[in-house]
């Protein structure tokens, strides 16, 4: 092929690629200034106690991603679960809350969500190092590297209206595809520069082992034991409690709650 040719193909792939970008972006745009349902209104209001906290600006940039999530994504339920508004946005709602003050792509790689009435079973594989066993577990949500996350309705809205526990199967599940952004579940996201990795990884690699040590010593600690269980488990956790608890985390924890409060570009202490 003359390489004349190959330039221009090359050329107008680009050119395609940026044109479509524009237009998703005109689109968003759009659906973030739409008028926002009222009847949703209605449901955030009765599901989601962390909305009735939100700031009139925030809970109005919240609207405008909504909008957009449910434009983009799909939702399909299983065991029986027919998928109505009152799943949708309220799954929805809690997955924009990571993104409120953040400039992201929404969650690019997810295309699908999957929803069960309850808890459900899901095979996982184990390893002890040398042999790989596959087991049958109960999970209340779980997270995909190929575009889905799947997630109990039951436990989607208790975790909506329940504020104080410090746990929330959505924040968790939707904090994991943040984390996958680079191809990798590890506990760090995508972050802006080199100085920002450099203090995240000191403090989660710090917080991380304290954790460990407290767990290993059968000590009682604030962020959820399952934290423990992995980088990518820990910063899962402590996204939970920055939504759910963020008085208390910030004071036993400030440094940590440091770095969330820049990650996320959010200070939930103040709406508490
Ligand atoms: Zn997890």
Same mark, same amino acid.
């Given at each position: 092929m003359p390489i004349i040719l190959l330039i221009i193909i090359i050329l107008t792939i680009l050119l395609v690629v940026i044109a479509m970008r524009f237009q998703r972006k005109r689109f968003r745009q759009k659906l973030k200034t739409k008028a926002f349902n009222p009847q949703w209104v209605l449901i955030l209001q009765k599901n989601m106690t962390l909305y009735q906290k939100l700031p009139d600006e925030l809970k109005c940039r919240l609207h405008g991603l909504i909008n957009v999530f449910l434009h983009e994504k799909t939702f399909s339920g299983y065991n029986g679960l027919q998928i109505n508004d009152e799943i949708r946005v309220t799954i929805a709602a809690q997955a924009c809350i990571l993104l409120l003050n953040r400039d992201d792509d929404f969650y690019p790689t997810l295309y699908n969500i999957f929803v069960y009435p309850g808890a459900f079973k899901s095979m996982q594989t184990t390893s002890d190092g040398l042999v790989n066993t596959l087991k049958e577990t109960v999970r209340t949500g779980e997270s995909w590297h190929r575009g889905q996350v799947v997630l109990s309705w039951k436990h989607s809205k208790q975790g909506a209206q329940n504020e104080k526990d410090g746990q929330n199967v959505v924040y968790h599940e939707f904090a994991h595809q943040l984390d996958n952004d680079d191809g990798r579940i590890d506990g760090t996201p995508v972050l802006n520069s080199a100085e920002d990795y450099k203090s995240w990884t000191k403090v989660f690699s710090e917080e991380y082992t304290q954790l460990r040590d407290k767990i290993a010593a059968h000590k009682k600690t604030?962020?959820? @034991?399952? @934290?423990?269980?992995s980088e990518g488990e820990f910063f899962a956790v402590v996204t939970e409690l920055f939504f759910e608890r963020p008085k208390l985390f910030k004071k036993e924890h400030l440094e940590l709650y440091k770095e969330l409060e820049k990650f996320y570009r959010l200070n939930p202490a103040e709406w508490f």
């Open positions: 604030l962020i959820d @034991g399952y @934290g423990a269980e």
